[in-house]
């Protein structure tokens, strides 16, 4: 079970579909206010925040419905979170696209404006290895064989397991992982460490940021996995199956 964010903006179709065909069951969370789901997260299931939008309406949105500490808390008491765009975005201390609106703090760092380029960027995008580099032992057996990931993770610390997890996927995949994006702002983040894969749009930029320690469990993707087709779908479900 999933509880995803109703913050009021963007639209849920896309990913509540693909949830549905990874048989993943969900409930709509969205706080107070004007939202047509009243419940507050219950903090008994793993968060995913979806959607697209402006910075500062998704923090204002946030704040009319009494989510924003809410989020925090429970994010800080170890509830796993996905982010997924403005989920990602948010995450972060503040954003160019509006400067004077703090945004959660959950991860150090900031959200900047494409300088070059087409903006937004709309299209897919081949994602690469982020700075911390994979142990290439874990990436040997057969990509094809699901049991081999499986062998591999289990050599590790289920601390470290969790933080690999999704690079082992996606090494495994090669050139098939693509994913889809649709954005005009991405995120710097202050610590090398916390951006899990990068993506070349006239340079590197952070395409994906996690967040894995005794306390916390946090992932977020600036692309959409739930429309990046079979490679972004087996990726949400990785995280169910091995990040959570």
């Known amino acids: 079970m999933l509880e995803i964010i109703d913050y009021g903006g963007g639209?849920?179709?896309s990913m509540t579909r693909c949830l549905e065909r990874l048989d993943i069951p969900y409930k709509r969370v969205g706080g107070s206010?004007?939202?047509?789901?009243?419940?507050?997260?219950s903090g008994n299931?793993?968060?995913?925040?979806p959607g697209v939008g402006a910075f500062g309406a998704a923090m204002q949105h946030l704040h009319d419905r009494a989510l924003t500490d809410r989020i925090r808390g429970l994010v800080n008491d170890g509830v796993p979170y996905l982010g997924v765009c403005i989920g990602l975005q948010v995450l972060f201390e503040s954003s160019e696209e509006a400067p004077d609106v703090p945004g959660l703090g959950l991860l150090p760092g900031v959200i900047k404006h494409y300088r070059r380029g087409k903006v937004p960027q709309i299209g897919w995008n081949a994602l690469k290895e982020g700075p911390i580099k994979l142990n290439s032992a874990l990436t040997?057996?057969?990509?094809?064989?699901?049991?081999?990931?499986?062998e591999n993770l289990a050599t590790l610390s289920p601390l470290e397991a969790k933080r690999q997890a999704l690079r082992v996927f996606v090494a495994q995949q090669g050139e098939s992982a693509t994913a889809y994006f649709v954005n005009s702002y991405y995120p710097v983040p202050d610590a090398p460490e916390l951006t899990l894969?990068?993506?070349d749009y006239y340079g590197d930029f952070c395409a994906a940021a996690q967040l894995i320690d005794s306390q916390r469990n946090i992932t977020a993707f600036q692309f959409h996995p739930e429309k990046s087709g079979p490679f972004g779908h087996q990726l949400i479900q990785e995280w169910m199956t091995h990040v959570v």
């Open 11 to 13: 639209n849920l179709g």
């Open 33 to 41: 206010g004007r939202s047509s789901v009243s419940a507050q997260p």
């Open 45 to 49: 299931y793993p968060l995913l925040f």
């Open 140 to 150: 040997t057996n057969d990509p094809l064989n699901k049991a081999s990931t499986e």
């Open 197 to 199: 894969f990068t993506a």
